[in-house]
T-cell receptor, first 112, second 112 residues
Framework: EPEVTQTPSHQVTQMGQEVILRCVPI?????FYWYRQILGQKVEFLVS????????KSEIFDDQFSVERPDGSNFTLKIRSTKLEDSAMYFC??????????FGPGTRLTVT | QQQVKQSPQSLIVQKGGIPIINCAYE??????FPWYQQFPGKGPALLIA?????SEKKEGRFTISFNKSAKQFSLHIMDSQPGDSATYFC???????????FGTGTRLKVLA
């Protein structure tokens, strides 16, 4: 069964450093998303991406964040200058319509 | 108005019991309501979803009941098993947007 994959599974970085989280969505899907989940809290929407551009973003997704689909298979989330409060699980999701979204296993980002 | 309120926060049932998790929303533009199951350290996995044109949907041991006038929906797990022990999230989205709004999650424990 096709699935969304994410790398790395765990990333530790120092405050102020740039990180890139990578995702490989399900191959025939057209819509891509990033969500985050701070430990013990609910999953929060960050950004959606369709047709090579951002469709929608939340207030969390400020100028420190960017997304890119550098080739036909990868979808990346970049955080330019990480803060302590960026520590969370980051989930990539994809869908072939706007309804059913399939989530990857997540990247645990720890900012020290 | 964008919130989805989920209860209870945690739930313990005996094997074979029927745990019920409830969600409520305010935004009448929401027209798609999925439920996700999340095991520790894993991404949310889509369980079952419903649209407001039906009042109930069953898939295996999982049933969603939907009350459009009350703006509430609930997940029932029939014949619950210890392997169902996980955190369950309800979510909502509308056709005009790409994002899910998640509930706060319910941690379910099914005792053997």
């Amino acid at each position: 069964e096709p699935e969304v994959t994410q790398t790395p599974s765990h990333q530790v970085t120092q405050m102020g450093q740039e990180v890139i989280l990578r995702c490989v969505p399900i191959s025939n899907h057209l819509y891509f998303y990033w969500y985050r989940q701070i430990l013990g809290q609910k999953v929060e929407f960050l950004v959606s991406f369709y047709n090579n551009e951002i469709s929608e973003k939340s207030e969390i997704f400020d100028d420190q964040f960017s997304v890119e689909r550098p080739d036909g298979s990868n979808f990346t989330l970049k955080i330019r200058s990480t803060k302590l409060e960026d520590s969370a699980m980051y989930f990539c999701a994809s869908s072939d319509n706007r309804a059913e979204q399939y989530f990857g296993p997540g990247t645990r980002l720890t900012v020290t | 108005q964008q919130q989805v309120k989920q209860s209870p926060q945690s739930l313990i049932v005996q094997k074979g019991g029927i745990p019920i998790i409830n969600c409520a929303y305010e935004n009448t533009a929401f027209d798609y309501f999925p439920w996700y199951q999340q095991f520790p350290g894993k991404g949310p996995a889509l369980l079952i979803a419903i649209r407001p044109d039906v009042s109930e949907k069953k898939e295996g041991r999982f049933t969603i009941s939907f009350n459009k006038s009350a703006k509430q929906f609930s997940l029932h797990i029939m014949d619950s098993q210890p392997g169902d022990s996980a955190t369950y999230f309800c979510a909502a989205s509308s056709s005009g947007t790409y994002k899910y709004i998640f509930g706060t999650g319910t941690r379910l424990k099914v005792l053997a």
